[in-house]
């Protein structure tokens, strides 16, 4: 069992202890995409951690964009968040009901946005009811809070900084899809998107970093990073197909203490999307 990680994780003993203290709010971040056939929001509905809100990562995006959920302004986030009763001296804890993948990006979204006091709940609702922990079907009164956002530049990339990555190796790049897709070998699930992945980028699954929907122990993440060329002394940049589970990287690099890192928020639906931008195969 994990122990806890104020900057990032938390174990589900932990919640249990913690569910009913004032300034524990319980988030779930479940999202799933079109081709899962599966409906976050109706899951959270039929079954959720008692206390829950829902945070639709589609919805709090930026609408603007061409590209699927791109980190919104500020103003936006803090207006969603202080909606669902989110806000400054909560102690916000994050689950979901897959991978941990989406969970991780809501934490991202969260230190983003400056929101410090912020972890994932490691195993996330599968491991949480498989210990025989409560879940309900209660909706959560609403009760705004104020948020305070304070944008963290340091936390997201864009594709310029990420072509000067590419090009001058002053930060390495890490692509979090799986092997076949960074090849270049297998298609892209989104159409219109050449196949292949960032010139000098390092390939880590993201699913590599996972046993059972929990992050795996430090040694364990430490020691995949490493073998996969990963210099623990320079800056990341991490990447996948959306911006999704290039958090997952993120969240992985923040439990092993490395703490210069950033999301390409735009990732390979950004990047492979323009042809003047290089390409890598192999």
Known sequence: MPTSDPSCLV???WLAKHLDAPDVR????????ATAGRDARAEFEEAHIPGAVFFEIDDISDASSDLPHMAPSPEKFASRVRKLGL???????VYDNSDLWSAARVWWMFRLFGHQDVAVLDGGLTRWRAEGHPVDDLPEPPRERHFTPRRNSMLVRDVTEVARASKLGDAQ?????AAGRFAGAEPEPREGLRSGHIPGSINVCYKDLLDEGALRPEKELRTIFERAGVDMGKPVITTCGSGVTAAVLALALERIGHRDWGVYDGSWTEWG???????AVG
């Open 273 to 279: 999307a323009f042809d003047e931008l290089p390409i």
């Open 87 to 93: 806000g400054d001296g909560n102690r916000i804890i």
């Open 26 to 33: 319980v988030v779930d971040g479940s999202h799933h995409m």
């Open 173 to 177: 790049i890490i692509d979090a899809r």
């Open 11 to 13: 174990s589900t003993d």
